[in-house]
């Protein structure tokens, strides 16, 4: 059975902040690495995705990636509240994408 | 910027009943997909679609679903005789060319089951 294991959270940072996401994932044949962003009563909005790795950023947003370790990690920075949301990681190995419990973000102004 | 597009945006229905949730991909995806979170669950993966045939299927897409692609567009979910733990949220997602591409996901409907 593929997991991916999220810390549920809440991770609450002040405005401003860098707030660090992490996920680890059980299966090591996995080769496709998400984040998604879900507001309450929301559809998944796709953040970054991470293929090898490392570090991958994109504006505010920094994923990186240890498959020894089987790792995941999102840094957000200069956090604002509008940030505030529940991020997903998500992991594939072919097609599927296996989704984690998600993370509730809070950002107090 | 092109979107996965979801009809109905809620849906409700007796038990028992069956329903159509429909899709329509972002225009130039070739893999296509439907999953569900139940409220307060994670999002779970249902069946993956691709060169009109199923590639792939979760354990919960039993023989009370079904997928189809009537038209070069439309991308559909059949749920036959719903029963109240159907009641979730339903997206649809589409990724593009090749494997392993991010997929964007749709609005979502939201099947009510009473």
């Known amino acids: 059975q593929k997991e991916v294991e999220q810390n549920s959270g809440p991770l609450s940072v002040p405005e401003g902040a860098i707030a660090s996401l992490n996920c680890t994932y059980s299966?090591?044949?996995?080769?496709?690495f998400f984040w998604y962003r879900q507001y309450s009563g929301k559809s998944p909005e796709l953040i970054m995705s991470?293929?090898?790795?490392g570090d991958k950023e994109d504006g505010r947003f920094t994923a990186q990636l240890n498959k020894a370790s089987q790792y995941v990690s999102l840094l957000i920075r200069d956090s604002q509240p509008s940030d505030s949301a529940t991020y997903l990681c998500?992991?594939?190995?072919?097609?599927?994408?296996?989704f984690g419990t998600g993370t509730r973000l809070l950002v107090s102004p | 910027e092109p979107e996965v597009t979801q009809t109905p945006s809620h849906q409700v229905t007796q038990m028992g009943q069956e329903v159509i949730l429909r899709c329509v991909p972002i225009?130039?995806?070739?893999?296509f997909y439907w999953y569900r979170q139940i409220l307060g669950q994670k999002v779970e993966f249902l069946v993956s679609?691709?060169?009109?045939?199923?590639?792939?299927k979760s354990e919960i897409f039993d023989d009370q679903f079904s997928v189809e692609r009537p038209d070069g567009s439309n991308f559909t979910l059949k749920i036959r005789s719903t029963k109240l733990e159907d009641s979730a949220m339903y997206f649809c997602?589409?990724?593009?060319?090749?494997?392993?591409?991010?997929?964007?996901f749709g609005d979502g409907t939201r099947l009510s089951i009473l």
């Open positions: 997602a589409s990724s593009g060319d090749r494997e392993y591409q991010p997929q964007h």
């Open positions: 998500a992991v594939s190995g072919f097609q599927k994408l296996v």
């Open positions: 679609f691709y060169n009109n045939e199923i590639s792939e």
């Open positions: 225009s130039n995806h070739l893999y």
């Open positions: 991470i293929y090898s790795n």
């Open positions: 299966d090591r044949v996995s080769q496709s």
